[in-house]
């Protein structure tokens, strides 16, 4: 929908502009420039200070070449990024993602979500993102490892403790995260907690792994909750079969919801007795084989190739984590026409904005990905703090303080919306809490 506001408008365009071709990072621009409209008509001084002007553009953007030589000893050349997009409320903060879709505007968009995202946690971290077009599928370990090890040797130039903490994203894990740790505290000769989704014998935090999966789970339960419903009792449709998915399907099990579906980029697998995550956890955490395997285990299930009829399975709740733009408009009106009655983010960006029109006229529960999906980076956050004070929290300890740090995320979203006359809109009304924050930071250095 095109911005109404002249001021804003133009800024679009001069996005679009300075940043060509760059679709994903345009999409994510404006549904905050839109949530902003009626905030800068209430506090004009965002536009006079100049604000969203620098808030729009990334304090840095690091580009660098990460050579590295297979196991039949050729030479292969990736490209490696860190965007530092901004850091007015704490260190620059957000995973990354080796993946071959990966190009500087898929780790722009993640960045700027980023920001918001972190700053709706409460917690003291800024916003940033990085990656590589390196494809870990298929790749030895000893292959992974020099990988990278080379991707790391440029970008200990660039971050630390307190200047910037990445963490992992879409193939990026435990092994990834030990590989980059090793070679960082071997380059620096510091051991400090410059990464996060560390490894519990090296400084990692309870909880971590299972964060966003959990945290997505918690903030659905408020959601619901909200509206009279609950997850106990519900159908539940997930998407991917990474991180994200895995431990959302174990939440969601664990508070009385059957899960019923998962994919990964070639096919999904219906389980109608409720996916069997033992099953699931083997083959993709242990083995590193793809979903279609589970029905070799389970053969009252089904396997479908297409990642997208995944959201054509009758089910009440949604939740998308694989990637963005999964869930287009006519997959978002499969859902609707099924009866699937809410939806929250465990991927960044999974719903295009047209899918969101939709939720939103359907009268759809519809959680964003930046509040939704924040109990990763919160935890992270958690772990930043345990690792300063050279400390540990029980596992109990960590979850309970996700699970207060979603719930607060849900009220803030909500309650910014209410404020701006969009009750009900979690798109608005985290854009909007998490925009608040770092905005009035940055009015706060002047022109920095
Ligand atoms: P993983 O690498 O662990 O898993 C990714 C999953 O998504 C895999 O099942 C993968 O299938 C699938 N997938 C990836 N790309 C595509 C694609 N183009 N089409 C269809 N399926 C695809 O990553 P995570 O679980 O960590 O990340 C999933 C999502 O959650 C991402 O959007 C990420 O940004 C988001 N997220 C992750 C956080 C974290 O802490 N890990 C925190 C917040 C958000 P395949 O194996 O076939 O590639």
């Known amino acids: 929908m095109a911005l109404k506001n002249s001021y804003l408008a133009g800024l ?90 990966v190009y500087e505007g898929i780790i722009k968009f993640l960045g700027f979500e980023q920001i918001f995202k972190n700053s709706l946690t409460g917690l003291p971290i800024g916003g940033g993102k990085g990656g590589s077009d390196f494809d870990p599928k298929g790749k030895s370990d000893a292959e992974v490892m020099r990988f990278c090890q080379s991707f ?37 000769n510091e051991y400090t907690g410059v990464l996060t989704g560390k490894g519990l ?14 945290g997505l789970c918690y903030f659905t339960d408020e959601m619901l909750k909200a509206a009279g419903k609950s997850l106990k009792g519900a159908t539940v449709a997930i998407s991917g079969s990474g991180n994200a998915a895995i431990f959302a399907t174990e939440k969601a099990t664990q508070l009385g919801a059957k899960v019923v579906t998962l994919s990964d980029s070639n096919g999904y697998i219906y389980d109608e007795n409720g996916i069997d ?56 009106k499969a859902l609707v026409a099924n009866g699937c009655y809410a939806v929250a983010e465990g991927a960044n ?11 939103q006229a359907g009268g759809v529960l519809f959680g964003p990905a930046k509040a939704a999906n924040a109990g990763g980076v919160a935890t992270s956050a ?9 400390y540990s929290w029980t596992f109990e300890e960590v979850d309970a303080k996700l ?14 919306a209410k404020e ?27 022109v920095v």
């Open 12 to 101: 679009m365009e001069r996005v679009e502009k300075r940043n060509p071709a760059e679709p994903e990072f345009h999409q994510a621009v404006h549904e905050v420039l839109e949530s902003l409209e009626p905030v800068v008509e209430k506090y004009p001084e965002f536009i006079d200070s100049g604000v969203i002007e620098m808030l729009v553009e990334p304090e840095r953007i690091i580009k660098f070449r990460v050579p590295w030589v297979d196991d039949n000893g050729k030479v292969q050349v990736n490209r490696g990024f860190r965007v530092q997009f901004n850091s007015a409320i704490g260190p620059y903060k957000g995973g990354l993602r080796f993946h071959p879709s």
């Open 152 to 188: 790391m040797t440029e970008l200990s130039k660039h971050i630390g403790a307190n200047t910037d903490v990445p963490a992992g994203d879409i193939g990026v894990g435990a092994r990834e995260i030990g590989y980059m740790f090793g070679q960082y505290k071997r380059l620096r």
């Open 201 to 214: 014998t090296y400084g990692g935090s309870l909880v971590r792994t299972e964060a966003t999966g959990y």
């Open 277 to 332: 995550l033992d099953t699931v956890k083997k083959i993709k955490l242990e083995e590193r084989k793809r979903i279609s395997e589970y029905v070799k285990y389970h053969p009252n299930a089904v396997y479908q190739d297409g990642c997208s009829g995944v959201w054509t399975v009758k089910c009440d709740i949604a939740l998308p984590c694989a990637t963005q733009n999964e869930i287009n408009e006519a997959s978002a």
């Open 349 to 359: 960006m999974p719903s295009t904005p047209e899918a969101i029109a939709v939720f």
């Open 382 to 390: 958690l772990e930043m703090r345990q690792n300063s004070m050279r």
């Open 403 to 416: 699970k207060q740090i979603m719930a607060d995320i849900y009220k803030n979203a909500s309650e910014a």
């Open 420 to 446: 701006f006359g969009m009750e009900g809109n979690l798109v608005a009304g985290a854009n909007i809490a998490g925009f608040m924050k770092v905005a009035r930071s940055m009015q706060a250095y002047g």
